[in-house]
């Protein structure tokens, strides 16, 4: 994957982007919340292949922070606009956790761009069935990125799935993390706080893909059945892990989106 800095309406974002080996648009990728470009780089490793977008949204990874905090449907028209300078009509979209509302906003505001819809271990904001208490206190604070040892003590609890019984898999995912500021986490909060899809789900008509993990404490299992059951052309697809399966179920997930990306 090639990383460069792109100036967008005034705007520093550090993106990454791979060439694609197939004939169908890139998939243009939005990462979860205080994740970047490189927490992702396993599932792109397994999808051969693929041609991917993804980006440091402001403040985060090596994206400067913004002058003046954001909404989604901001971030989603700069989305279009990064696109265009990159030469790219139309995508395919993927949005994980957090960045599934921005994939949502995308898919709403530039219907025409988005071929096809991918939504992993999210909801549709606001309204969503939330996890546990405990579980949502924790991921109020960004201190799991800045704490190896607070990590491997929760990782379990708030990420389910491979992460309790494997606690390797937290020095593999430490690895990839590029801590920018505590700031632009925050910024990221904020700009989900109150948003939600609901009111237009029903009007998106990419076909869409929904994957939820059946151990997801952040995002429980349930949401991913709501999104299913609204949006038009969507099935929803169970995945046997927990919150970051997209990472510790990399195999298995780009299998199962790659088919999809390829369906006639």
């Known amino acids: 994957m090639q990383i460069r800095l792109h100036e967008v309406g005034g705007q520093l974002l550090r993106v990454g982007e791979r060439p694609s080996k197939r004939g169908h648009p890139p998939l243009l990728l939005f990462n979860g919340i205080g994740a970047n470009i490189e927490l992702v780089e396993p599932f792109f490793d397994a999808m051969n292949g693929q041609g991917a977008i993804v980006f440091d949204v402001p403040g985060v990874g090596g994206s400067p922070a913004p002058k003046l905090p954001y909404r989604p449907r901001t971030l989603a028209r700069m989305s279009a606009r990064l696109l265009d300078q990159l030469g790219y009509k139309e995508v395919d979209v993927l949005g994980v956790s957090w960045g599934g ?20 271990a999210t909801s549709p904001g606001h309204a969503m069935v939330p996890g546990k208490p405990s579980v949502m206190l924790r991921m109020a604070t960004p201190q799991r990125y800045k704490d190896p040892n607070y990590l491997k003590r929760i990782a379990g609890d708030i990420y389910g799935g491979a992460f309790r019984g494997s606690p390797e898999l937290v020095g593999k995912h430490l690895r990839h993390v590029h801590w920018s500021s505590d700031y632009g986490y925050y910024l990221q909060l904020v700009a989900a706080f109150g948003w939600t899809s609901l009111p237009w789900l029903r009007l998106l008509r990419q076909p869409t893909l929904v994957m939820a993990g059946t151990d997801d404490p952040i995002v429980p299992f349930v949401n991913g059945q709501i999104l299913a059951r609204i949006i038009p052309h969507a099935r929803l697809v169970a995945i046997d892990d927990g919150h970051l399966f997209l990472v510790t179920s990399a195999t298995q997930s780009a299998e199962i989106i790659s088919e999809f990306l390829n369906e006639c």
Do not use: E, K, P, V
């Open 101 to 120: 509302a921005l994939a949502q906003q995308f898919a709403f505001q530039n219907a025409a761009r988005c071929r096809r819809l991918i939504l992993a």
